[in-house]
């Protein structure tokens, strides 16, 4: 992770988590709030299926097409390393990024279907690193009752138990654990107060952009 001192910036805030976990809902949510707050905040997503790149990779997790498993990792990398440069600009323009996944889901569905977790790593080793992640930790049982489940490949609950193990194996001190299991207010409001708390010191120039 290479370190750019700026003065002023935006955080990087990932939400990661087992499929139907509530992401997308979370990020939607957590976005208005803290645009209410008056902060600059952009909702992205991964994969981003509007550029070539993120058109074969949907094209793949709707089984129309197959692709070799480390061939479909990198493409899931390349997704986010073309938006690397466009990524560092909005968050040295002040903007903090609420991502819906990146590289820890790049890493922990690719090694749960039995890549080398070590290689799985290096393609994401110097894309911008996440200030704080937000981990809807559900239990995949519970996951696999929420609506259309089971559409997507990876969809199936024995292959996100194996992709929770390797989330596990990732965390480190910007990781909050937020239990998913709860209602989506529950859940919204446990992951207001960190979130506003790294906005701030992304602010004040503590973090610097890694
Ligand atoms: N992937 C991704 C890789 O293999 N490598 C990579 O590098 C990346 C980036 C697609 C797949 O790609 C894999 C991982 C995935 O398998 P995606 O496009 O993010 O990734 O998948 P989506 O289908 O868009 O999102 P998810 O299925 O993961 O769902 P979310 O976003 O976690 O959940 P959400 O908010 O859409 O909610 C799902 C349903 O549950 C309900 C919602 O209303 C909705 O119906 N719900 C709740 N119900 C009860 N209680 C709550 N608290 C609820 N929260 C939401
Ligand atoms: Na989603």
Redesign the pocket.
Known sequence: AVKVAVEKRGALIVLE?L????????CRALASFLRERGESVEEW???DRTTAIGQMISSY?SQTAELDDSAIHLL?AANRWEKKSSMESTLRNGTTLLV??YSY??VA??AAKGLDFQWCSTSETALPAADLVLFLDIDPEVAAR???YGL?R?EEVDFQRRVATYYQAMRDSTWQIVD?N???EE?QEALREAAVSVIQSCKSGAELLR
Do not use: N, T
């Not at 499929?19 to 979370?26: A, E, H, I, L, N």
């Open positions: 988590g499929d139907r976990s509530g992401k997308s809902s979370q997503r991964f994969p997790l899931f819906d996944r889901s790049g569905f690719s929420r609506g259309e997507e990876y998913a709860q209602s989506v859940v």
